[in-house]
């Protein structure tokens, strides 16, 4: 019985774990274009989290390989306002096509469901490609030479592109799972209990 109980709660971790790997994002393709503005925000609205979660990992299609930019996650404030929640940054994206980027755990941004992908720009112009049509990347300008701060907001604005960036996330388990689990376990240890009497 002992083996069953250890079975049952190692297939229940394995399936939490194995279930809870998720992506978001457009494909990671050569859509030919890349901005040629610089110290601009970026925020996709379609690009939406389904579930809390962790962002392990971001992926882009690099169209330009020397230019500093950050991948973000913002939240909605109200109507067309969002409030940046967590920002990655990179120094350039050090070589051109699909391109992966791990976080190391420290830096790994928090999501809630809800929160959308944005990106920001900074001095040397865009990295990731887009196409125009069939989008809902929004963005606005930002005058400053920095990216936003956590907490800072922005008011976009319209625009129709689709753009080569993905979100690779561990959806965090809500905790009634986690309690239904723990439940059956106790429950099992109970039964063996009385089969033991």
Do not use: C, H
Request: glycine share 12%; no cysteine; proline share 2%.
């Amino acid at each position: 019985m002992k083996k069953a109980v250890l079975v049952l709660i190692l297939a229940a971790v394995s399936f939490l774990q194995t279930a809870s790997a998720s992506i978001i994002g457009n494909s990671i393709i050569n859509r030919s274009s890349v901005d040629s503005a610089s110290y601009i925000n970026f925020i996709d609205t379609s690009l939406v989290f389904a579930t809390d979660g962790i962002i392990e990992s971001w992926d882009i299609y690099a169209g330009r390989a020397s230019s500093e930019f950050a991948l973000q996650v913002y939240r909605n404030q109200s109507g067309n306002t969002y409030e940046l929640i967590g920002s990655n940054y990179f120094s350039s994206a050090g070589g051109l096509g699909a391109l992966n980027f791990s976080i190391a755990a420290p830096n790994q941004i928090s999501v809630q469901a809800g929160d959308v992908i944005g990106w920001w720009y900074g001095g040397g112009q865009g990295v990731i490609d887009f196409s125009f049509g069939g989008g809902n990347g929004s963005w606005q300008y930002d005058s400053d030479t920095t990216p936003l701060a956590i907490g800072e907001t922005i008011t976009i604005n319209s625009s129709n592109r689709v753009y080569s960036v993905a979100a690779n996330y561990k959806a965090v388990p809500e905790p009634s799972a986690l309690a239904l689990i723990g439940l059956g376990i106790i429950g099992l240890g109970f039964s063996r209990r009385k089969m033991k009497k």
